[in-house]
Nanobody, 125 residues
Framework: QVQLVESGGGSVQAGGSLRLSCAAS????????MGWFRQAPGKEREGVAG???????TYADSVKGRFTISRDNSKNMVYLQMNSLKPEDTAMYSC???????????????????WGQGTQVTVSS
């Protein structure tokens, strides 16, 4: 139904910044809970950040204070501003939608049913 396309990934040195974008088409995401997830080689997918339809945000402890998730419902887009990047942030980053989430467990991957293909982020030391 709703197609998600991520962009903005790339290679950056440790301490640098990147801004990821998630563009939705084919339907509105204004009522959706939106999340950013990442998966590094040899590791399972983990939730990075989430934002509710009203703009309430949630972050993984590993990125709190460094990453900022935001959304622009008028543009049908979600963003992830990543600052002070570390090599351990290297991963494929994907955005996804959820129709509902559980308070305190907002970043459970199983709740997200619609996924983009991802954009690669590589942080060199």
């Amino acid at each position: 139904q709703v197609q998600l396309v991520e962009s903005g990934g790339g290679s950056v040195q440790a301490g640098g910044s990147l801004r990821l974008s998630c563009a939705a088409s084919g339907g509105t995401i204004s009522t959706k809970y939106m999340g950013w997830f990442r998966q590094a080689p040899g590791k399972e997918r983990e939730g990075v950040a989430g934002i509710s339809a009203s703009g309430k945000t949630t972050y993984a402890d590993s990125v709190k204070g460094r990453f900022t998730i935001s959304r622009d419902n008028s543009k049908n887009m979600v963003y992830l501003q990543m600052n002070s990047l570390k090599p351990e942030d290297t991963a494929m980053y994907s955005c996804a939608t959820a129709d509902w989430v559980v308070s305190g467990r907002q970043l459970l991957p199983t709740l997200f049913k619609n996924w983009g293909q991802g954009t690669q982020v590589t942080v060199s030391s």
